[in-house]
């Protein structure tokens, strides 16, 4: 298991930005893959953003072209930067890690997010 911790969340008027960090207790090197997912009041949780340890990405089409997913394996950290921020993307937020592709996802505690003018 990986021991996560998220940080930055908070209340955004719409149109502005905030930068999410994930900090992993493990070498992010040898995490397969770790990614963003949210869940809102009343719906399933949801992908947002995944980076492999090999620097590939994957955006959910609602966010695509307005968040970045980052990571930088000095400090065992992964980001996502949220811009153009809309109402729709109120949420809490998770990070999630994978060691390998059928190792059972680790999980952080979540941060909320709040869009709203």
């Known amino acids: 298991q990986v021991q996560l911790v998220e940080s930055g969340g908070g209340l955004v008027q719409p149109g502005g930005s905030l930068r999410l960090s994930c900090e992993a207790s493990?070498?992010?090197?040898?995490?397969?893959?770790m990614g963003w997912y949210r869940q809102a009041p009343g719906k399933q949780r949801e992908m947002v953003a995944t980076?492999?340890?090999?620097?590939?990405?994957n955006y959910a089409d609602s966010v695509q072209g307005r968040f970045t997913i980052s990571r930088d394996s000095a400090k065992d950290t992964i980001y996502l930067q949220m811009n153009s921020l809309e109402p729709a993307d109120t949420a809490v937020y998770y990070c999630n890690a994978k060691r390998t592709p059928v190792t059972p996802p680790s999980w952080g505690q979540g941060t909320q997010v709040t869009v709203s003018s």
């Open positions: 493990k070498s992010i090197s040898r995490i397969f893959v």
């Open positions: 980076i492999t340890n090999g620097d590939g990405v």
